[in-house]
């Protein structure tokens, strides 16, 4: 047993309200700089969309990630040792800045500047590439919100394995639903982007498992760009070198959130440690055939924190009792571990994320306002109170389970994310979700009598204390709550930069020379 | 003329290949974020493809069979002995500086005329380009008028490379040769002289290590079995991948 | 400091020194060594002259300077309208003498050999003059000579020493041959220009540079010299009823259709390749709508 430490994250996409606070706050901090500026490492997608870049989940067009043919060993898809170097000239499934986005400005100054004239003046967009006027075509948030449905909502890949009937009946006006989808960097256990690098420039740091690129050695054979299926490595086209989200790793070993979860509004970001086995790293991703056994897999590798065995195995790889006690106290392991309620993004695309989801309840319980009450009256369970106002968010169903049954938001669209395609996963994710709700219904407003209460919860598989901790940690956890983040070591903070003795006297993150594009 | 030659084939090669060291061995330790290819395929993808796959598989085929000729020269001699072989290597080798120079004007065509890629265009690079162009030119006019060069620039050009490399320079034969040549050597010398002084850098960072390393790479600030034991020694080096 | 700055200086640094390192000239050897060689191809020392005049007592005809500057460049010399060059240029056909970069020790080496061996001159008693090797006449050579030398030259049969083949450089207007190379001589009628003597020598111990350069350490042996006289004797004679080949054409032509297979190729290899970007569909689409 190889125990290493891994900062992972869990978003509760239930609480996402796509303000893209996030986005902003990292950009404002890490891409605002030429050639940086279309990228987005930290991006809120609206869910049916086709993403950022567009149809970035479409393997077949971006070649990304790990594939793996029956009885062989994972193999990357549009990436590779021998494939990599023969297509280093020109890779053939390079995203282009179209798939993107141009990046644009305003001409702020003519509002103000402008001769006086007939006309009002009017800020041109002006591209950030060019300099020169442009029409925008495209943005980073495009499809925010469902807008342009036709073109991107129903282009998202994970619709595939719809039928038409279903689609029809997903993107019908009046039942449209969508949630959103927060998205950085997933720091994976095996990463496509590592792999795919001819340099050697992208690393995993065995600390904390941040993966970064080495700035100094990536020399824009543009590898990663493909080989990563969440398109999470972005190539800066000013300097020639790809970049992408480093978790804000300067402000992690400072003791402080990442930005874009310490700015959330809705405070749906969890981050804290994670054991896992890295022997079992190559054993997961190479020989297991099914990619909906890759959920189980993943989450057997993650160790338990307060199993003698682990502790004493972790301490032998020198694991420092701080962040073994960070472990036990991690919000992620209680998300992913202890209740279950958080999957991977993608598990197929077997980089093994250590970016967990809690799916989103919410569209699924938005459905049962279209269900016809009149006939749901009379089978009125007598244990469940019933509204007839049509409440958007109903609770209270004669039949325990019947919002999530008769979902008009596919389940099978949310399996295709988070789980591989078994939708029994997210079944039951989102009945322990709901049962906490009923529990805590009964709880607070008491209109819930307290053998369903029992009910649900037992059929979900919870406890009340289980429920207790669910409810807390997802709508009152305070910040130490929510990230819990070990100490860096003072004695190993600055060499987890560099060099001690390079960094004395020198400011910043390492850079002694300016990051200037060469010539 | 003794004094040009003197310059050209003799001055110039030590004079590119000093700079040449010096500069790329200044620029790597000075300033090694300057170290990279600088792909514009993100702004650009599909003109690239018919202009770096042309241009780099081209030059990769020359690069390879003048270097090919100046380490075996003998069986390159003998290879080129019987008349078919001759034919099928120099039509081959024209074939390949044919579309290097078809792929470089592409490239050139393709930075000017793409405004995207005007602001990631420096005056080196069109220099590069240029010089390129003028000396692949050069090259397919040796190869067509000064036949068969294959064979005879192992028997000739190789002693003079060759008397460059061991600090003997031996001109004799170079010198007597027509002067669309020495111009093609001259231009081969300015080149590589240039060479720390352009994105060709990233010719020095090919990264065929790639085909041995282990596709995945975790670094460690500290030697990690060892940091927590106190009896082990501090010690400067850093671990490495595992 | 400014990388920029440092460009400079540095470039004009190394610049400098290379030049001054390169004009150094290397190399030494004596007079013997030097003549036999490269003069002997077409000079004897008192043994009569060959394509070019016999060099016997020439210490004492010229002066070292203008043997120095002959030696060095004779064309340069007859081209400044020495009238002593120019009549020996045309007296001996107008084939030109090959220069050579010899340093002055150099070229005083191989005065003082040939002062030694002209007649009087200290070596002669003992070598009687200097002169190549006669070898067997070239009236001896058969059909089978000739076809021994047409090979050679060819390549089909492969040079002794392992020099390389005549036709890389030397074209031969032949019907039974492959259109030989263009870098140096038309040798279809070398054998009436330098005649017997003057081929042998030439072939057996090549005095032109770059054709020396070809044939150090691998010299032809007598019987390819004498197979490739026969051979360039018989091309001569038979010259008129040949057909000129133009290779180079055909090199150009078939040139451009490999270059035409390779980007096919690439074309081919890649055809899987993503064209474009996956929005492009969407825009289309959009301004169609519009």
Known sequence: ?519 | MAILDNFLLIGLPYTALIVFLVGTIYRYKATKFSYSSLSSQFLEGRQLFWGAMAFHWGILFLFFGHLTAFLIPRQVITFNSHPLRLLILEVTAFAFGLIVLFGIITLLVRRISNPRLKPVTSRMDIVIIALLIVEVVLGLLVALNARWGSTWFAAVLTPYLRSIFILQPDIAAVSALPWLIKWHIVGAYVIFGLIPFTRLVHLLVVPLHYLWRPYQRVLWAWPRKKVRDPNSEWTFTKPGNN | MEWKAMKIRIVSLFFLAGVFYGAAVFGQSEGEKLFKQICVACHTIGQGKLIGPDLAGVQQRRSEDWLTRFIRSSQTVIQSGDPVATALFEEYNRIPMPDNNYSDDQIRAIISYIAENSPGGPGAAETGGISPAPGRPLSEAGEANIQAGKNLFEGRTRLNNGGPTCNSCHNVKNDALMGGGALAKDLTDAYSRLGEAGVKAIVGNPPFPAMKQAYQNRPLTETEVFDLTAFLQHADRVRDTQQAKNYRTQLLFSGLGGALVLLLLFGGFWTRSKRGSVNRKIYDRQIKTI
Not at chain 1, 154 to 161: A, C, E, F, I, T
């Open chain 1, 1 to 519: 047993m190889d125990v290493r430490a891994q900062i992972s994250m869990v978003f509760h996409l239930d609480k996402c309200i796509g303000c893209h606070t996030c986005s902003i706050a990292c950009k404002n901090i890490w891409t605002d700089r030429k050639g940086a500026e279309y990228m987005w490492w930290n991006n809120v997608e609206t869910k049916p969309g086709t993403g950022y870049p567009t149809k970035w989940e479409d393997q077949e067009i971006y070649k990304g990630g790990w594939e793996k043919k029956p009885g062989g060993n994972a193999r990357l898809k549009g990436a590779g040792k021998l494939r990599g170097l023969l297509n280093i000239f020109h890779n053939p499934h390079l995203p282009v800045i179209d798939d993107y986005y141009e990046p644009f400005t305003y001409k702020y100054l003519d509002l103000i500047e402008s001769p006086a004239g007939d006309d009002q003046p009017t800020a041109r967009p002006v591209s950030l590439i060019t300099g020169k006027p442009m029409d925008i075509k495209m943005g980073p948030n495009w499809d925010d919100d469902l807008s342009g449905t036709p073109d991107y909502a129903r282009q998202d890949p994970n619709l595939k394995d719809l039928s038409p009937a279903e689609q029809e009946a997903m993107f019908q006006l009046e039942r449209m639903a969508f949630f959103y989808l927060p998205r950085i960097c997933n720091h994976c256990l095996n990463p496509a982007c590592v792999a795919s690098c001819p340099s050697g420039a992208i690393y995993k740091r065995g600390e904390d498992g941040v993966v970064l690129i080495n700035q100094k050695v990536c020399r824009a054979w543009r590898m990663c760009v493909t080989a990563c299926p969440y398109k999470k490595s972005y190539f800066n086209w000013g300097t020639g070198k790809s970049e992408k989200c480093i978790l804000c790793y300067p402000r992690l070993e400072a003791g402080y959130a990442p930005a874009c979860m310490h700015s959330c509004v809705g405070r749906i970001r969890y981050l804290g440690v994670m054991l896992y086995d890295a022997d079992s790293i190559s054993e997961v991703v190479n020989n297991i055939e099914k990619d909906v056994d890759l959920v189980n897999q993943q989450l057997g590798m993650l160790l338990d924190p307060f199993s003698e065995s682990v502790i004493k195995a972790a301490k032998e790889n020198g694991i420092s009792d701080s962040t073994l006690k960070a472990a036990q106290d991690s919000p992620v392991y209680k998300f992913v571990k202890e209740w279950g309620l958080a999957l991977p993004l993608h598990p197929e695309f077997r980089t093994l994320p250590m970016l967990f989801y809690v799916p989103p309840l919410l569209p699924v319980m938005a459905s049962l306002s279209a269900a016809d009450h009149g006939e749901q009256a009379k089978k009125m369970d007598p244990a469940a109170k019933f509204w007839n106002d049509g409440w958007l968010y109903n609770t209270s169903t004669e039949e325990l389970w019947g919002t999530i049954d008769q979902a008009r938001f596919p389940l099978k669209y949310l399996a295709s994310m988070f789980s591989a395609g078994d939708e029994e996963k997210i079944k039951a994710i989102l009945k322990k979700l709901m049962a906490v709700r009923i529990y805590r219904r009964w709880k607070t407003v008491g209109d819930v009598n307290e053998e369903k209460a029992a009910a649900v919860l037992k059929d979900a598989g919870l406890t009340a204390d289980t429920a207790e901790g669910i409810y807390y940690l997802t709508s009152l956890a305070k910040f130490d709550d929510r990230f819990v983040i070990p100490p860096a070591h003072r004695e190993q903070a600055i060499e987890m930069l560099e060099f001690a003795g390079d960094t004395k006297g020198s400011v910043g993150f390492g850079f002694k020379e300016k990051p200037e594009r060469g010539w």
